[in-house]
């Protein structure tokens, strides 16, 4: 079993892994992109980075504050590396910076750039309707509240926050020339120079208060899904010479090297959804009519609950399609037969099971709730993988690591977006709730959503993976079948809801 061991220089190096990893990786060749899982199973797993920042993706958050940043304002008699990592040109940060406007205090490690080359001035990581801009510049920052350094924080689900700046080419940027004109020292990988201090802050846009934030990954092996990602709507403009300067200063080579492999190029392609939404803190301008603002986390800790230790009966009565998400209606009409049989059944059933769970029952229930991250909880990638390692080696199957890695965290990640309303609920994460709950009850439902889910994978094209997904809304969509709220309505995650509970 691989397993991460730190040296120090991984502490400031992200991109570094790969060394005490034992596996190179690059951005084209045979040890390019489409061969990372190879050696790092997560990269073809869930809620990867970078993705496109789509339209239709925005949902409007009203809880969104501007991002502050404490001691980004260096003074020149500190000295900051300047390395190349063989991978990205980086900044080493101090640990007195940070941003304070998070759920925890996230520390400051570094400053890494993405670009594109002299013929192509396309090279961000995040792209926005499709467009990509010149380069993509990432501060990189980990939850110092909860863990002592970044190498303990960045394979846990709360580890990490990234702030991404876009790119574009424009104007002279003064504040990238107090890192630019040293570029020269550091023409080959593993070198380094120290130049001063100066307000970080300049760097990044003016305006910190409109942005977008999903729950998304490192870009770069071994691609953990740990980063809460901020990427500011406005990109930063450095000068065509800047850029070449970025683009062309740089190789992938050591200084003893025969053969210079020049470093551009280095960003990855945009990744799946994976039922995630992109929370926006604004919402005017070009394109934003009509974005939808996000359901309250209140409702969606009620609908959690409700499948957690719910009476799942109330759901047999209100219909199983329901659960499904828009555009099944037609799905539903097909199935009524099913929906009828699995009601009579469970009216047939005694009904003193579900209403005097056994001691057991209660038992599992709560393991469950705290399981699946009503309670605060972390992940930690490095012990699902070496537990789902060990499970497929006694079964000789270590080939499906990459697939069996991402159905064991999919669900509990979904789960905890959906929570913090960066996700849709995905149709399996409810069945992997449903599977905790020891009851005929469940049993059906699940058996149920499982035809279902086969059955929209055949009649539509739904997230290749994880099949469709309830989607929430600020305001009625398609997806809320249309019935008079005097009929009572037992499943809120069904109706818009507004912030107001
Ligand atoms: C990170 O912290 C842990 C626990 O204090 C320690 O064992 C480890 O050596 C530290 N790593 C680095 C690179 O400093
Ligand atoms: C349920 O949990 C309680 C307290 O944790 C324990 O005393 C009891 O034995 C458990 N019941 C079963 C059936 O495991
Ligand atoms: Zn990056």
């Known amino acids: 079993m691989r397993c991460l061991s730190f040296t120090p220089i991984a502490v400031l190096?992200?991109?570094?892994?790969?060394?005490?990893?034992?596996?190179?990786?690059?951005?084209?060749?045979?040890?390019?992109?489409?061969?990372?899982?190879?050696?790092?199973?997560?990269?073809?797993?869930?809620?990867?980075?970078?993705?496109?920042?789509?339209?239709?993706?925005?949902?409007?958050?009203?809880?969104?504050?501007?991002?502050?940043?404490?001691?980004?304002?260096?003074?020149?008699?500190?000295?900051?590396?300047?390395?190349?990592?063989?991978?990205?040109?980086?900044?080493?940060?101090?640990?007195?910076?940070?941003?304070?406007?998070?759920?925890?205090?996230?520390?400051?490690?570094?400053?890494?750039?993405?670009?594109?080359s002299s013929s192509r001035p396309a090279g961000s990581e995040h792209t926005v309707n499709s467009k990509q801009y010149a380069a993509e510049m990432h501060v990189v920052h980990y939850n110092s509240d909860k863990y002592p350094n970044i190498s303990l924080a960045v394979d846990k689900s709360d580890g990490l926050a990234v702030l991404g700046v876009l790119i574009e080419v424009g104007e002279f940027n003064p504040a990238f020339d107090q890192f630019l004109k040293f570029i020269s020292g550091v023409k080959y990988i593993g070198q380094k120079v120290q130049v001063p201090g100066f307000n970080i802050r300049t760097l990044l846009p003016v305006r910190l208060d409109e942005y977008y934030r999903y729950d998304g990954s490192l870009t770069t092996p071994p691609c953990y899904p740990s980063v809460l990602w901020t990427v500011f709507r406005n990109p930063v403009a450095i000068s065509q010479k800047q850029f070449l300067s970025?683009?062309?200063?740089?190789?992938?080579?050591?200084?003893?090297?025969?053969?210079?492999?020049?470093?551009?190029?280095?960003?990855?392609?945009?990744?799946?959804?994976?039922?995630?939404?992109v929370l926006v803190s604004f919402k005017e301008g070009k394109g934003l009519h009509g974005t939808l603002t996000v359901t309250s986390p209140l409702t969606r800790k009620r609908v959690i609950q409700q499948l957690l230790v719910g009476d799942l009966a109330d759901l047999a009565d209100e219909g199983l399609y329901q659960l499904l998400p828009s555009g099944s209606q037609k799905l539903h009409a097909g199935k009524r037969k099913d929906h009828k049989n699995w009601q009579s059944e469970i009216v047939a059933?005694?009904?003193?099971?579900?209403?005097?769970?056994?001691?057991?029952?209660?038992?599992?229930?709560?393991?469950?709730?705290?399981?699946?991250?009503?309670?605060?909880?972390?992940?930690?990638?490095?012990?699902?993988?070496?537990?789902?390692?060990?499970?497929?080696?006694?079964?000789?199957?270590?080939?499906?690591?990459?697939?069996?890695?991402?159905?064991?965290?999919?669900?509990?990640?979904?789960?905890?977006?959906?929570?913090?309303?960066?996700?849709?609920?995905?149709?399996?994460?409810?069945?992997?709730?449903?599977?905790?709950?020891?009851?005929?009850?469940?049993?059906?439902?699940?058996?149920?959503?499982?035809?279902?889910?086969?059955n929209q994978k055949t009649t539509s094209t739904p997230n290749k993976q994880n099949g469709p997904m309830i989607k929430h809304g600020g305001r009625p969509s398609a997806a809320v079948p249309k019935k008079p709220l005097s009929h009572g309505y037992p499943h809120p995650w069904l109706l818009p809801m507004e912030w107001e509970d």
């Open 13 to 116: 190096q992200l991109t570094l892994f790969s060394v005490t990893h034992g596996a190179k990786w690059t951005y084209s060749g045979p040890q390019g992109e489409p061969h990372w899982t190879e050696h790092y199973p997560y990269c073809g797993g869930a809620f990867q980075s970078p993705i496109d920042i789509k339209s239709e993706l925005l949902r409007f958050d009203p809880t969104l504050h501007p991002i502050e940043l404490q001691n980004y304002n260096l003074s020149p008699n500190e000295q900051l590396t300047l390395g190349n990592n063989g991978h990205s040109l980086q900044i080493s940060l101090p640990s007195k910076m940070h941003i304070s406007s998070l759920l925890h205090r996230y520390t400051a490690a570094q400053i890494h750039f993405h670009w594109g």
């Open 246 to 277: 970025l683009a062309t200063s740089l190789s992938s080579s050591y200084a003893q090297d025969s053969a210079l492999m020049p470093l551009h190029s280095n960003y990855r392609k945009p990744q799946l959804p994976d039922s995630r939404v």
């Open 349 to 454: 059933k005694p009904k003193q099971q579900s209403l005097n769970p056994s001691p057991w029952k209660k038992n599992q229930t709560n393991r469950d709730v705290g399981k699946l991250g009503l309670a605060e909880d972390t992940l930690c990638y490095v012990s699902v993988e070496q537990r789902v390692f060990h499970q497929l080696r006694q079964s000789h199957a270590e080939n499906q690591l990459v697939q069996n890695l991402r159905n064991a965290v999919f669900p509990e990640l979904n789960l905890k977006s959906y929570l913090d309303c960066k996700s849709d609920l995905a149709l399996s994460t409810i069945r992997h709730i449903l599977r905790g709950r020891p009851s005929d009850e469940a049993f059906e439902l699940d058996r149920s959503l499982t035809k279902a889910l086969m």
